[in-house]
Nanobody, 121 residues
Framework: QVQLQESGPGLVKPSQTLSLTCTVS??????????WTWIRQPPGKGLEWMGA???????YYNPSLRRRTSISRDTSKNQFTLQLSSVTPEDTAVYYC?????????????WGQGTQVTVSS
């Protein structure tokens, strides 16, 4: 059974880069046709798909965040990472990593517990 766990700082200053890591256990991020995905939920708002990296290393981004988002992976550690640059308080959210069977919000079959990130000086 695959498990995902987010990690990273809970507080980031405005204009800095938010960096989160998702550690995957119980399955490899390089096998099968999965989309390793980042999602966030700002307070009082719905879930927002941010982007994904596939088992082959291809990346896909939400067009509204593309300019500031980078997703990469470390296959030796079975981890994938999210970097979001030039953050503002509007980037305050609970950030989730998940495994998807398709691109986007449909077909997400395993989630991390989420990690709160607050952008504040």
């Amino acid at each position: 059974q695959v498990q995902l766990q987010e990690s990273g700082p809970g507080l980031v200053k405005p204009s800095q880069t938010l960096s989160l890591t998702c550690t995957v256990s119980g399955g490899s991020i390089t096998t099968n046709d999965y989309y390793w995905t980042w999602i966030r939920q700002p307070p009082g708002k719905g879930l927002e798909w941010m982007g994904a990296i596939t088992t082959s290393g291809s990346t896909y981004y939400n067009p509204s965040l593309r300019r500031r988002t980078s997703i990469s992976r470390d296959t030796s550690k079975n981890q994938f990472t999210l970097q979001l640059s030039s953050v503002t308080p509007e980037d305050t959210a609970v950030y989730y990593c998940a495994r998807g069977l398709a691109l986007g919000m449909n077909g997400l079959d395993a989630w991390g517990q989420g990690t709160q990130v607050t952008v504040s000086s």
